[in-house]
């Protein structure tokens, strides 16, 4: 292989690309992006992202680190799958725009004040007190996280729907003090923890080079 060659590889592959290769779910797969934007032609949501996938994965390429992990885009991301299932090199997107999420919040570097980000704080918090998601409390949270005075407009404003979900038996009242969770919750508690310990310890071993 010719140095010219050689020192091209070299500039693509840059420090942010390994990082994300490494620290981020499927990360590995951003190098095969052709950069056709099928992805952002076929997403729903196309239009309101400030950085279509194609775009993101082309920053990450140009080492434009901060930028791509503190974008509103991957937060935009919804799981229909669209863009896996037309893009032409199968690449998992969905689950790459998640990862990058994810990454980006642990390194403190997600966008503040983001709704959708405060939304996944709110049930990963309301699904590991018992191992399910309480709806009647995570919809209350829901209402109330822009503070109290903006949840009773929210929730004046469904109370008709509130009440049907109540006479359909839709809604149990008693779920707000705590309801139904797993079985073994010391179980899934013990499995979470470990599955956090494993990340933080695959995460330690990477160092940019």
Same mark, same amino acid.
């Given at each position: 292989?010719?140095?010219?060659?050689?020192?091209?590889?070299?500039?693509?592959?840059?420090?942010?690309?390994?990082?994300?290769?490494?620290?981020?779910?499927?990360?590995?797969?951003?190098?095969?992006?052709?950069?056709?934007?099928?992805?952002?032609?076929?997403?729903?949501?196309?239009?309101?992202?400030?950085?279509?996938?194609?775009?993101?994965?082309?920053?990450?390429?140009?080492?434009?680190?901060?930028?791509?992990?503190?974008?509103?885009?991957?937060?935009?991301?919804?799981?229909?799958?669209?863009?896996?299932?037309?893009?032409?090199?199968?690449?998992?997107?969905?689950?790459?725009?998640?990862?990058?999420?994810?990454?980006?919040?642990?390194?403190?570097?997600?966008?503040?004040?983001?709704?959708?980000?405060?939304?996944?704080?709110?049930?990963?918090?309301?699904?590991?007190?018992?191992?399910?998601?309480?709806?009647?409390?995570?919809?209350?949270?829901?209402?109330? +996280? %822009?503070?109290?005075?903006?949840?009773?407009?929210?929730?004046? #404003?469904? =109370?008709?729907?509130?009440?049907? !979900?109540? &006479?359909?038996?839709? +809604? %149990?009242?008693?779920?707000?003090?705590?309801?139904?969770?797993? #079985?073994? =919750?010391?179980?899934?508690?013990? !499995?979470? &923890?470990?599955?956090?310990?494993?990340?933080?310890?695959?995460?330690?071993?990477?160092?940019?080079?």
């Amino acid at each position: 292989m010719s140095n010219l060659n050689t020192q091209a590889i070299e500039r693509y592959r840059n420090n942010f690309l390994k990082e994300v290769e490494h620290c981020v779910e499927e990360g590995d797969w951003v190098k095969m992006c052709m950069q056709c934007g099928v992805c952002a032609g076929s997403c729903p949501l196309g239009s309101a992202w400030a950085h279509p996938p194609q775009e993101i994965f082309m920053m990450i390429r140009a080492g434009k680190r901060e930028e791509v992990l503190s974008s509103t885009s991957m937060w935009m991301c919804t799981s229909c799958y669209n863009c896996i299932a037309r893009c032409p090199r199968e690449l998992p997107i969905t689950h790459i725009m998640h990862g990058l999420a994810h990454y980006g919040k642990r390194l403190g570097l997600a966008p503040k004040n983001n709704p959708t980000l405060k939304f996944s704080q709110m049930f990963w918090d309301n699904l590991t007190k018992t191992g399910r998601a309480n709806e009647l409390t995570l919809g209350l949270s829901l209402y109330f +996280m %822009n503070g109290f005075a903006e949840g009773i407009k929210t929730a004046l #404003k469904m =109370k008709d729907i509130g009440l049907g !979900m109540w &006479k359909t038996k839709r +809604m %149990n009242p008693m779920e707000i003090l705590g309801g139904h969770g797993v #079985k073994d =919750k010391a179980g899934f508690t013990a !499995m979470i &923890k470990k599955a956090q310990e494993l990340e933080a310890a695959r995460l330690a071993k990477y160092k940019a080079p």
